[in-house]
């Protein structure tokens, strides 16, 4: 079947510095991707997302890229902080239908050294 | 202030109790939807729900099931419970079903013995 996926399970990073978590998807026909956070103990918090007819999306700190010849999706966290310390997770949206449904990627835990 | 409110957060009972877990949402959101959330296996769909009376089962659906009377409820139901339903559970609405971003609820923690 068709999922979604993340290259590396934990990243540790020291604060100040940027932060790459990547993805990657293998639904060709996905044309919508999220990204989301998730702090110990609180549900899924949306912090950008990008749509398949863009290739960059930028928000405040926060930047999405997506490849799609690849089908690569990577979050970039610039100045990364301690707050930043959560598990992310990406998910994908198929297009061309009425049914909705959000795959979620396993997730990736982002570790914030002081 | 919008939100997504789950009850209860935190439950623990025994295999065979029929147990409901309520979802609620107060932005006019037209699809609603369950998830599990286990380690190592990510966030998985249990069900759907498109509109009032209107839901569809996700990848998970085994043991469970949900109704849409009204617009802003969504509950979970688990008739009889089993150990392996043992999970933390989010449920999710959303503006429209065409792909808006979902806003989670803070989970229920489950525990059946």
């Known amino acids: 079947g068709e999922s979604v996926g993340l290259h590396l399970p934990t990243l540790s990073v020291q604060e100040g510095d940027n932060s790459i978590i990547n993805c990657a998807y293998s639904?060709?026909?996905?044309?919508?991707f999220i990204w989301y956070k998730q702090e110990s103990g609180k549900g899924p918090q949306f912090i950008i997302d990008i749509r398949s007819n863009m290739d960059k999306r930028q928000g405040q700190r926060v930047t999405v890229l997506l490849n799609k010849t690849v089908k690569h999706l990577s979050l970039q966290i610039a100045a990364t902080q301690p707050g930043d310390s959560a598990v992310y997770f990406c998910a994908e949206i198929p297009g061309g239908g009425s049914n909705y449904k959000l795959t979620f990627g396993k997730g990736t835990l982002l570790t914030v050294n002081p | 202030e919008a939100q997504v409110t789950q009850n209860p957060r935190y439950l623990i009972t025994v295999t065979g109790k029929k147990l409901t877990v309520t979802c609620s949402q107060n932005m006019n959101h037209e699809y609603m939807s369950w998830y599990r959330q286990d380690p190592g296996l990510g966030l998985r769909q249990i069900y759907y729900?498109?509109?009032?009376?209107?839901?569809d089962k996700g990848d998970v659906p085994e043991g469970y099931k949900v109704s849409r009377k009204e617009k802003r409820n969504f509950p979970l139901i688990l008739e009889s419970p089993s150990p392996n339903q043992t999970s933390l559970y989010f449920c999710a609405s959303s503006l429209r079903s065409d792909g808006e971003t979902q806003y989670f609820g803070p989970g229920t923690r489950l525990l059946v013995l």
């Open positions: 639904n060709s026909a996905s044309d919508y």
């Open positions: 729900s498109m509109n009032v009376e209107v839901t």
